[in-house]
């Protein structure tokens, strides 16, 4: 019996580490970055407490809402883009075919590359005289190719195309999972009835898809709202600060200018708002379910 | 689908995950060790010209006498990451194997890419982590690490015999300012860095060139450069003009304007004749509210930066910007450069090492065709007291240190701070120095009184002519420079308090943000000034006074 209790008591003992971990490495800076919130603190200067300051300083700076209209636009087009590309590949790819492996194989590779060697990467094909984009524009007749790293416009979208050549893959790996858990019969009885791909699609695949698709829309959103790595390696937030993400806001008020105070609000409203979209979409998903 | 549609798509995803993945930028992480390279004389040198040349200064240079205890040991060095024959970085690695012979001891060099540099090393100090014995500093730090004590005064070791002796009366007034703080000195000798105007000496003086501007333009060319208003006229004469036979159109300035690309050191050259403006009394250089100042009011630390002057300035870069290749708005450092070495722009104002590169025949078409001269001026600077323009009948010239001069300080918390000042000083001393300079590659500018010409200094037109310059090019190039420290009548102030690198990381923005259209010159300035008033504000207005007036010797 004494064996017994000494043997359950030893299990909690193997925790430990990991309990410690988990309060050394995310809840302690959780908190304490919660702390700093509230707090004027700069390098090399003393703490004072300011209260909501920082959160009132952010709603009266041009470069908080800068920043978040950007990534608003990252998030819409490169979310969109790399969800319907990835389903147009799962659908694709949702059928015998020789090679199929390898496809699939090549396919997710681009997942596996790290974003800020991507943004170095994309520095070179959008380059605006060697650039392999604008060397095949100019091939293709265009006079006066985009200015990628000059022009606003042209500059949000090369970091949004770069994005969405990296995540397509992991989107079409999930999607074209989920396609093929999708139960035949039920395709089979459709095909008895009609004929037509897309009403199939519509009241068959897409219902049934959908749990899968709100899982992976919501995972890229996460992943998008944090978006740093790209444009600081391939625009470093310019032309002005047209691509200058939330992000890398943060990253520049509490690493480069070490305002770790108003950093960390800055983080926590971050941090609220993926709390909001991921609950909403959340409750969609067990909406669905149910 | 069709097969072959499938297959395509396959082979394009594969070879584009391939060039994607394989092309990772090679930026070093950590420590860069000791590599077995061949070695000329010891050097990892490339020509047995540098090794001998090298080891002619090592012999030369001044050894002090080592201390056997420091046999064996090891210090650290964070610089920005350039590579082992990169700029300023280079230096470290070819002299580390003589370093070993004087001493016994080494040292690892971490290089830092330039994007992350200040911030990990500010990390480095905040988080008690002290990974760095000596850092190569850009001065403009200097008002962070003296406010937090992270750096220590050198003055005790001039005098101590284990040290090399360095020549600081040699080095230019306005950079030997920079290695100090107050009454002590910090730094030691490296680099000394002030932008100059280079031009194509070949083409402005070809009497074809010159022919075919009078004609256009209704007057001779003004080849003298004396004001922004003439080096405008110039490169938009040549930009979209063949001027090169390559039968494409070529470009008349190249500028690096891309945020982050230091563009904003442009701005910080050319504007300065636009607004500071000598004093009328004795001497020209005192400082008062009025004269001799670019960036705030010594009074109140308001900002000056959207002084009239700096706005018609901004609207200069603005049109030189508009007589070059349309890409430089996105153009960083090296990309500029590139454009003139390669003989495709006639203009460029940067560095020293633009002089240096331009004799390097793997990157450069233009050895024997450069041209150098200070910064130019303007006949219409704006005056601050006056609140108006002025229009003088001779330019209002106005040298400038701008940029980093990147040197070595000793961290407070260095774990063998004599062996690491050992390494400093005998960097430092005139031979080893001297050496750097004129050897392009090691981005170290020129900028003491034995690297310039009799009868300012004592180099020698053949130090340069071994170092594998033009003699017409040195004498441009180092004419120049020399020009910039000594002749020109004032300068500008340099800025270092804390909180500098913020301020001009806002700045950087706000100007690409006028560059490229986004906003006018004017808001542009406006918005850098309100949040130069938050920075300071936040950080204490009345500290960065008193730290500000001490920097520019302002007294009422």
């Known amino acids: ?290 | 689908m069709d097969k072959r549609v499938v297959t395509l798509v396959g082979l394009i995803a594969l070879l584009s995950t391939m060039w994607f993945g394989g092309a990772a930028p090679t930026h070093q992480a950590g420590p860069v060790r000791a590599t077995a390279a061949p070695t000329i004389l010891g050097f990892p040198a490339a020509t047995e010209l540098e090794a001998k040349t090298a080891q002619a200064a090592f012999n030369a240079a001044d050894k002090g006498k080592p201390d056997p205890a420091w046999k064996g040991k090891k210090f650290t060095i964070a610089v920005y990451s350039a590579g082992q024959r990169g700029a300023i970085s280079g230096p470290l690695y070819f002299w580390r194997n003589k370093f070993t012979e004087l001493t016994g001891a080494t040292y690892d060099i971490v290089e830092i890419p330039f994007a992350e540099l200040r911030e990990k090393i500010y990390s480095d100090f905040t988080t008690s982590a002290y990974k760095y014995d000596v850092i190569i500093n850009c001065s403009n730090w200097y008002g962070d690490a003296i406010a937090n004590d992270w750096i220590q005064p050198i003055d005790k070791y001039f005098n101590e015999p284990r040290m090399p002796k360095w020549d600081r009366a040699s080095i230019a007034p306005a950079v030997a300012n920079l290695m100090k703080w107050g009454e002590h000195w910090y730094g030691t000798n490296n680099d000394h860095d002030a932008q100059v105007l280079y031009y194509r000496r070949d083409i402005l003086s070809d009497p074809k060139w010159q022919a075919q501007f009078k004609q256009e333009m209704g007057r001779d060319m003004p080849v003298a450069m004396d004001t922004w208003e003439d080096v405008l006229e110039i490169a938009k004469f040549f930009n979209r003009k063949d001027w090169n036979g390559d039968g494409k159109p070529d470009n008349g300035i190249s500028l690096h304007l891309k945020v982050g690309g230091q563009g904003f050191f442009h701005f910080m050259a050319l504007s300065a004749p636009y607004v500071v403006t000598p004093y009328l009394g004795q001497p020209p250089t005192k400082v008062t509210k009025y004269h001799n100042v670019y960036w705030f009011d010594p009074e109140t630390m308001e900002p000056l930066i959207n002084s009239p002057g700096h706005v018609r300035a901004l609207e200069t870069l603005i049109a030189l910007s508009k007589a070059g290749s349309p890409a430089m708005w996105g153009w960083s450092l090296g990309e500029a450069w590139a454009d003139f070495l390669s003989g495709k722009s006639v203009l460029v104002f940067s560095w020293g090492d633009v002089g240096s590169l331009a004799e390097d025949p793997t990157q450069s078409k233009i050895a024997g065709k450069l041209g150098a001269r200070g910064i130019p001026g303007t006949k219409q600077p704006y005056d601050l007291e006056k609140k108006q323009f002025l229009n003088l009948s001779k330019p209002n010239m106005v040298g400038n240190q701008v940029g980093c001069s990147w040197h070595p300080v000793l961290s407070k918390f260095a774990k063998n701070p004599d062996l690491a000042y050992y390494f400093m000083a005998w960097q430092a001393t005139p031979p080893i120095n001297h050496w750097n300079v004129y050897m392009g590659w090691t981005g170290v500018d020129p900028g003491t009184t034995y690297d310039w010409f009799p009868p300012a200094g004592k180099a020698t037109i053949d130090e340069y002519v071994a170092g594998g310059y033009k003699a017409d090019d040195a004498k441009s190039f180092i004419g120049a420079f020399t020009d910039n420290f000594y002749r020109y009548p004032i300068f500008q102030n340099y800025i270092r308090i804390p909180g500098t690198p913020e301020m001009m990381e806002v700045w950087d923005v706000h100007l690409s943000e006028a560059v490229t259209g986004q906003v006018s010159p004017k808001e542009a300035l406006d918005r850098t000034y309100q949040d130069w008033q938050k920075i300071i504000d936040n950080i204490g207005r009345a500290k960065l006074l008193k730290l500000y007036q001490q920097s520019i010797g302002y007294t009422k």
């Not at chain 1, 470069?63 to 790399?82: A, D």
């Not at chain 1, 060697?117 to 005289?129: N, P, R, S, W």
């Not at chain 1, 897309?198 to 944090?226: C, D, N, Q, S, Y």
Request: hydrophobic letters at 55%; proline letters at 4%; glycine letters at 8%.
């Open chain 1, 1 to 290: 019996m004494k064996a017994m209790a000494h043997k359950e008591q030893i299990k909690f003992f193997f925790v430990i580490p990991g309990i410690l971990w988990v309060l050394i490495f995310t809840i302690f800076p959780l908190l304490y970055s919660l702390r700093l919130s509230f707090f004027q603190a700069r390098l090399g200067q003393d703490q004072t407490f300011i209260g909501m300051g920082n959160f009132q300083g952010a709603f009266s700076d041009y470069r908080f809402w800068n920043s978040l209209s950007i990534t608003v636009f990252f998030v819409v087009v490169s979310v969109s883009l790399t969800v319907l590309l990835g389903l147009g590949l799962a659908l694709l790819f949702n059928r015998p075919r020789r090679g199929l492996r390898f496809f699939r194989s090549s396919f997710v590779l681009p997942i596996f590359t790290a974003p800020i060697a991507l943004g170095y990467l994309g520095l070179t094909i959008f380059h605006e005289d060697v650039g392999a984009v604008n060397v095949a524009l100019r091939m293709l007749g265009v006079v006066n190719p985009p200015g990628w790293f000059h022009q606003v416009w042209a500059a949000r979208l090369a970091i949004t195309l770069v994005d969405v050549w990296q995540w397509t893959s992991f989107c079409f790996l999930v999607l074209l999972a989920g396609l093929q858990n999708l139960p035949e019969e039920l395709y089979e009885a459709a095909q008895l009835d009609t004929s037509s791909g897309w009403g199939i699609f519509r009241h068959i695949t897409l219902p049934l898809l959908a749990p899968v698709l709100f899982t992976v829309t919501i995972l890229r959103l996460v992943e998008t709202l944090k978006v740093l790595d790209i444009p600081f390696s391939m625009t470093s937030g310019g032309p002005g600060a047209a691509t200058q993400t939330y992000s890398f806001y943060v990253y520049l008020v509490g690493l480069r200018n070490f305002n770790a105070g108003y950093a960390s609000a800055l983080a926590y409203i971050l941090l609220l708002i993926m709390l909001f979209i991921s609950s909403f979409f959340f409750n969609r998903l067990r909406a669905i379910y149910d």
